[in-house]
């Protein structure tokens, strides 16, 4: 799910940066220093939506810089457990799919894909054997998150299911009832 989450942190502006509009300087390092940052408290930093409040600056002897206690506002992605996300199938393999969730990447087991046993093709489409539905690359799905693994922070894992219902390609419950 996308957040806006609010910030408060000393920023750091170089003495190259001294001449600029201190806002546009401290947004600037903002940017650098928190986009694509990822975090189990935050999620993942998109963009830097806004600077709320800039406090005096100060300069540290030694360094030359000067540091801002700023607010800000981030854009950030953070998923959740039982969360349900809409995604596209990215890539298939024999052991289930990759599916694009916001500026991640989860997978799908193929026990979780569909309720019924599946077969991979060699034209790497994922098939049930009795209901015959299909999944393939680019198809747009619903899925459900049930687990999630930041143990490796560049690399957050996520498992997804299609297993139940209104979960899946979309094309398999439109039509049905909620």
Partial sequence: MFFKSQVKDHIRVPPNLFGANVT?????????KYEGYI?????IVIDVSAVDEV?????????GA???????TL????????EVVLGRIRDLADFGAFITIGPLEG??????TMDDFVSF???????????????????????RIIAISYKDLPNVKIGLT????MLGKLEWFKGKKE
């Fill in 24 to 32: 546009q300087s401290i947004t600037e390092q903002i940017k650098k």
């Fill in 121 to 143: 093709s060699k034209d790497k489409v994922l098939v049930g054997k009795e209901s015959k539905k299909t999944l393939k690359v680019n198809d747009d799905c619903q899925a």
């Fill in 107 to 112: 997978m799908i087991h193929v026990s979780q």
């Fill in 66 to 72: 000067a540091y801002y206690e700023t607010s800000f």
């Fill in 75 to 82: 854009l950030t992605f953070k998923p959740d457990l039982q």
């Fill in 55 to 63: 406090q005096d600056g100060i300069i540290i002897p030694g360094d």
């Fill in 39 to 43: 975090s189990k408290d935050l999620g």
């Fill in 162 to 165: 299609m297993r139940q219902d």
